[in-house]
C-alpha cells in the first residue's frame, strides 16, 4: 500500500496527528518503535493485580475540540476531574486543601491568614484570564519571526485583540507576569507560607529550577491553561488509567483509515537534496514517501534520525543547545491500606494531589541539591491515589499510590541511576511521606521505580524530559524547538515535526498534534 505521510512515533501527540490527516483522507502510516502504541499514555500491571500509569497520573490538559473532532468518547474515553485538587499536610500536624471551588478553598485558607483568604477570589480571577489569552496563543501556529508574512499579521492581530480584552491594566499585568518567578508572584497577593508552597509548587513542575527562578510564573500559568477558573494546580485525570487515552486514540486513528504499525523503529530518516524520499527500518526495510512527520523530540530527530550533513550547522547547534534536563521520577506503591495522615484531610482531599511542599524556601531547598547534580535530600512529592476513583487499578481494599518525585536529575553527579540508588530512592520517598503518615511503612506491598533514565530508555525521551524540553521562555512560541522553525516545518522539505518539543509544549496533551496536522493539511492544500 502507497502512504501519503508516515508519522515516526505513535504517543499521543503521534496518534492526534495521524487521526487528523487520516480524517481529511490521507493515507497515514504510523510507525511505532515499542510493542504497542500510546506512549507515555500507558496503565500496566506493577504487581499481580495492580495497574499503575507508569509515566504519571496527569493526563494533562486534552483540549475539549480533540475529544470531539475525534470522537474520544466514543472510544470509551472518560475524564475525571476531582473537586480536591491539592491536600498540602503540613508539619506542623495542619493541613491545607485546595478545591475546584474558590470560595471553599478561600474558607480552607482563612484557617492559616484572613488577609490571604480574602485575596484568593481574585488572584483564581487574574490566573483564569491570563490562562484564557495563553489558550488562545496555544490554539495558533506561531507566526515566522522576523518574517512574518501576511498570514503571520493576522495571528498577531488577533493575539493582540485578546490581550488588549484584558483591558490596559492587566494587559500591563499580564506583560508583567511571565518573567517573573512564581516565588515573587504569590508574594505579591499572599503572606501564609503553607498557601504560596502549595500554589508554587506548579511553577517547578517538570522544570529543573527553584521557585525563586525568573520565568516560574510562566510555568504556573502553563499549568493552568484548560483548567476551571479557581481550580489552581488541577490534573485531568482519566478512569481506568491513563492508558485508556492511549488506547482511545488508536481506536479514533484507525476508524479514521490509518495503519499502525508497532515493533517498527526507524533508523532514519532519508533525504536526498534536501528533500525526504522515505523512511529505513532498522530491519532494512524502507518505505517510500514524501513526507513524514516526527513525534519524537526535536534532538532525537535531527541528530538521530537524520543526517547531519543535510542540516545547516547553525541550526544543528541550535537543536543541540536546547535544554532538556529531566528532573522527575516516579515511585509507584502498592499498598495494603490507605496510608493515616496525622493531619486532618476533610472528606474527598485524598482524591487530589497530596503535595508535600510546605514553604517556598522548602521547594528552593530541594532545587539547592539538584542544580548539584544530586537527588534532593528532602524532595518535592507529589502523590496520587488512582483507586479512589477508580478502584479496580488494585484488588478490593487495597491502593495505588504513585509518587512523582522532584527533584531527581537525570544528571548524577556521583553515581548512576543503577539499582541501589533506585532502590536509595523509594525508601527516600516512602521515609519522607512516613513522617505525615506514619503506617505508611507496613502498608507497602511493592515498589516500582521509574527514573528519567528509563524514561529515556523506553519511551526515547532524550534526557527523561517528558515535554520534550524544558517550559523556559526562550523556549516557548515562536522559540520552540528552535527560532525561526516553530511552524512544525524543518529545513528539509517534507519533513514535519509534531511531539511537545514544538509549540505549546507538554502538559497540554495532543495540542501540538492537532496544530501540526491543521498545518500541513493548510499546506498541502495550497
Known amino acids: 500500500m502507497t502512504h501519503d505521510l508516515i508519522v515516526i512515533g505513535g504517543g499521543v501527540n503521534g496518534l492526534v496527528t495521524a487521526a487528523y490527516l487520516a480524517k481529511a483522507g490521507l493515507k497515514v502510516l504510523v510507525l511505532e518503535a515499542r510493542d504497542m502504541p500510546g506512549g507515555l499514555a500507558l496503565t500496566e500491571e506493577m504487581a499481580p493485580g495492580f495497574r499503575c500509569d507508569v509515566a504519571g497520573h496527569d493526563a494533562g490538559w486534552l483540549l475539549p475540540d480533540i475529544v470531539s473532532d475525534l470522537g474520544l468518547a466514543a472510544h470509551g474515553l472518560e475524564l475525571v476531574l476531582p473537586d480536591a485538587t491539592v ?36 488572584f483564581t480571577a487574574q490566573l483564569a484570564r491570563f490562562a484564557r489569552v495563553l ?14 508574512g501576511g498570514g503571520d499579521l493576522m495571528t498577531l492581530l488577533g493575539l493582540g485583540r485578546r490581550l488588549r480584552g484584558l483591558g490596559r491594566r492587566e494587559m500591563v499585568e499580564f506583560l508583567r507576569v511571565p518573567p517573573m518567578s512564581v516565588a515573587e508572584w504569590l508574594d505579591d497577593w499572599f503572606a501564609a507560607d503553607a498557601l504560596k508552597g502549595a500554589v508554587g509548587a506548579g511553577g517547578i513542575t517538570r522544570i529543573l529550577q527553584g521557585p525563586r527562578s525568573a520565568g516560574t510564573a510562566f510555568v504556573l500559568l502553563h499549568h493552568h491553561v484548560g483548567r ?18 492511549g488506547q482511545a486514540l488508536v481506536a479514533a486513528a484507525k476508524g479514521f483509515g490509518a495503519e499502525i504499525r508497532t515493533t517498527a523503529p526507524v533508523r532514519e530518516i532519508v533525504v536526498r537534496e534536501g528533500r525526504v524520499l522515505g523512511v529505513a527500518l532498522e530491519t532494512g526495510e524502507h518505505l517510500p514517501v514524501t513526507q513524514v512527520v516526527s513525534s519524537a523530540d526535536p534532538r532525537r530527530t535531527f541528530c538521530g534520525l537524520v543526517d547531519a ?13 536546547i535544554r532538556y534536563r529531566g528532573a522527575t521520577a516516579t515511585v509507584h506503591l502498592a499498598l495494603s491500606e490507605l496510608p493515616r495522615f496525622t493531619a486532618r484531610a476533610p472528606d474527598g482531599a485524598l482524591r487530589g494531589a497530596i503535595t508535600i511542599a510546605p514553604s517556598l524556601d522548602y521547594l528552593e531547598r530541594a532545587y539547592d541539591d539538584a542544580k548539584y547534580g544530586a537527588v534532593s535530600r528532602y524532595p518535592y512529592l507529589e502523590a496520587r491515589f488512582p483507586t479512589l476513583t477508580d478502584p479496580s487499578l488494585a484488588p478490593a481494599g487495597k491502593h495505588i499510590m504513585t509518587v ?18 533506585r532502590e ?9 511521606l512516613a513522617e505525615y503518615a506514619p503506617n ?40 520552540r524547538p528552535v527560532a525561526g522553525w516553530a511552524r512544525y516545518q524543518t529545513p528539509i522539505a517534507g519533513l514535519y515535526l509534531c511531539g511537545a518539543g514544538t509549540h505549546p509544549g507538554g502538559g497540554l496533551a495532543g495540542a501540538a498534534g492537532r496544530n501540526a496536522a491543521r498545518q500541513i493539511v493548510k499546506e498541502r492544500r495550497r
Do not use: C
Open 440 to 479: 505508611l511503612k507496613k502498608s507497602v506491598l511493592y515498589r516500582r521505580v521509574v527514573t528519567p533514565k528509563d524514561l529515556e530508555s523506553r519511551f526515547g525521551l532524550t534526557e527523561g524530559h517528558t515535554y520534550h524540553g524544558e517550559l523556559t521562555l526562550d523556549q516557548i512560541f515562536f522559540m
Open 404 to 421: 512523582q518525585v522532584q527533584y531527581a536529575p537525570y544528571h548524577l553527579k556521583s553515581g548512576s541511576w543503577d539499582a541501589p540508588t
Open 309 to 321: 550533513s543535510h542540516l545547516d550547522p547553525e541550526f544543528l547547534r541550535a537543536v543541540r543547545n
Open 135 to 148: 489558550e488562545a496563543v496555544y490554539a495558533v501556529t506561531p507566526p515566522h519571526v522576523p518574517n512574518a
Open 424 to 432: 536509595r530512592l523509594a525508601d527516600l520517598v516512602v521515609s519522607t
Open 87 to 122: 491536600w498540602s499536610p503540613q508539619p506542623d500536624g495542619r493541613s491545607l486543601t485546595l478545591w475546584s471551588d474558590p470560595a471553599k478553598t478561600a474558607e480552607e485558607i482563612g484557617r492559616f491568614s484572613p488577609e490571604d483568604a480574602r485575596a484568593w477570589p481574585a
Open 228 to 245: 476551571p477558573a479557581g481550580a489552581i494546580r488541577a490534573a485531568h485525570l482519566v478512569k481506568g488509567g491513563v492508558g485508556n487515552l
